[in-house]
C-alpha cells in the first residue's frame, strides 16, 4: 500500500522481502552490522523468522524535505506471530524525520516481534517518532 512514486530526490525504499529473496549481500552484510550485543534473544528470534520490513536508504547529503511514515498494521482476527525487520540508512550529512506508527486490533492475543536497525552516517540528522496503538491484549516484544 506504498506510494514510491513521487519519492524526494536522494530516498529510495525497498521490501525487505524483496531485498532477502534476491540474495543481496549488501542488505545481508548491513543487517548482520547493525545487530546489538549478542544475547539478545527477542532479537535472535526476529532474526531466524524476520519475513518482511523495509529498507529505507538516504543518500550522503541529501535533507528530506517531508518526513516518512512507516506503519505496521496487524489485521488478522486470530492469533499469530509476526516478526519484522527494518533497515534504515542515513548517508554522511543527510538528515531524515522517521515516522513509525503501530496498529492492531483490540481483542486479539497476537504477538509482534519488530526490530528497527539503524545506520547513522557522520554528521547525519534522524529524528524518530515511535507510535504504538496496538490492540488491548497483544504479547509485544520489541528489541
Not at 518526513?67 to 554522511?92: M, N
Not at 526490530?115 to 504504538?132: E, F, P, Q, T
Request: overall charge negative; proline content about 5%; some cysteine.
Amino acid at each position: 500500500m506504498s506510494d514510491l512514486a513521487r519519492l524526494e530526490p536522494g530516498l529510495r525504499i525497498y521490501s525487505l522481502a524483496e531485498a532477502l529473496g534476491h540474495g543481496s549481500p549488501e542488505f545481508t552484510r548491513r543487517l548482520a552490522t547493525a545487530a546489538p550485543a549478542e544475547g539478545d534473544v527477542a532479537y535472535e528470534l526476529n532474526t531466524a523468522f524476520m519475513g518482511d520490513g523495509a529498507i529505507v536508504e538516504v543518500e550522503a547529503g541529501a535533507e528530506l524535505a517531508r518526513p516518512l511514515h512507516l506503519v505496521f498494521v496487524y489485521g488478522a482476527e486470530r492469533a499469530t506471530a509476526i516478526f519484522s525487520r527494518s533497515l534504515v540508512i542515513v548517508g554522511a550529512g543527510a538528515g531524515l524525520t522517521l515516522l513509525e506508527s503501530h496498529e492492531g486490533p483490540d481483542g486479539v492475543d497476537y504477538q509482534i516481534n519488530t526490530a528497527l536497525d539503524l545506520v547513522v552516517g557522520d554528521r547525519a540528522r534522524l529524528n524518530r517518532v515511535k507510535v504504538n496503538t496496538e490492540g488491548d491484549a497483544p504479547c509485544i516484544l520489541r528489541p
